[in-house]
T-cell receptor, first 113, second 113 residues
Framework: GAVVSQHPSWVICKSGTSVKIECRSL??????MFWYRQFPKQSLMLMATSNEGSKATYEQGVEKDKFLINHASLTLSTLTVTSAHPEDSSFYIC?????????FGPGTRLTVL | QQQVKQSPQSLIVQKGGISIINCAYENTAFDYFPWYQQFPGKGPALLIA?????SEKKEGRFTISFNKSAKQFSLHIMDSQPGDSATYFC????????????FGEGTQLTVNP
């Protein structure tokens, strides 16, 4: 149990376009989901905490107008990268919390040309 | 005070050897200490976790040792196998905070055949 999926697994887009990434908890309900960003050979950097039915809490330095998070249900959170630029290229990973434990999705590789 | 310091940054061991990764924390409010394993291009997977009411937890070849007074915890991988080659992250959190975690910098483990 405790399976988290992400879609898409990879995406390539042109600079200036917006990209939406979905995170789903498949076999449990998650009131809290987290969004991370990871650069090559680096640790996970928490971007925001997403709570179902309320606004996301963003970490310091993360632009909330650029990285839009919506936690529409107990099993779905979405991250939209608006007006993407090459510097937004990264590995984006979500996690869902169950019983105090975070379970991670497989990640989404975003490449902005 | 929120940092979790992890060492070594990289580790090479021979097949059958013991891999040891260490982490130290400052925040005495932390009460949950998980270890995650991450393969290239994948999301982190929960390996094993410990709470401070015990000093050691073992699951198969993986053991966490926890020293509350020193604010340190470590992961021991016994009989290391080439398939264990991955990046390992320690983390620390406060369960009542909705499972928000602070991650270490990661250790890249290579197990040679």
């Amino acid at each position: 149990g405790a399976v988290v999926s992400q879609h898409p697994s990879w995406v390539i887009c042109k600079s200036g376009t917006s990209v939406k990434i979905e995170c789903r908890s498949l076999d449990f309900q998650a009131t809290t989901m987290f969004w991370y960003r990871q650069f090559p050979k680096q640790s996970l950097m928490l971007m925001a905490t997403s709570n179902e039915g309320s606004k996301a809490t963003y970490e310091q330095g993360v632009e909330k107008d650029k990285f839009l998070i919506n936690h529409a249900s107990l099993t779905l959170s979405t991250l939209t990268v608006t007006s993407a630029h090459p510097e937004d290229s990264s590995f984006y990973i979500c996690s869902a919390s169950r019983g105090g434990t975070q379970y991670f999705g497989p990640g989404t590789r975003l490449t902005v040309l | 005070q929120q940092q979790v310091k992890q060492s070594p940054q990289s580790l090479i061991v021979q097949k059958g050897g013991i891999s040891i990764i260490n982490c130290a924390y400052e925040n005495t409010a932390f009460d949950y200490f998980p270890w995650y394993q991450q393969f290239p291009g994948k999301g982190p997977a929960l390996l094993i976790a410990i709470r401070p009411d015990v000093s050691e937890k073992k699951e198969g070849r993986f053991t966490i040792s926890f020293n509350k007074s020193a604010k340190q915890f470590s992961l021991h991988i016994m009989d290391s196998q080439p398939g264990d080659s991955a990046t390992y992250f320690c983390a620390a959190g406060v369960e009542t905070s909705g499972s928000r975690l602070t991650f270490g910098e990661g250790t890249q483990l290579t197990v040679n055949p």
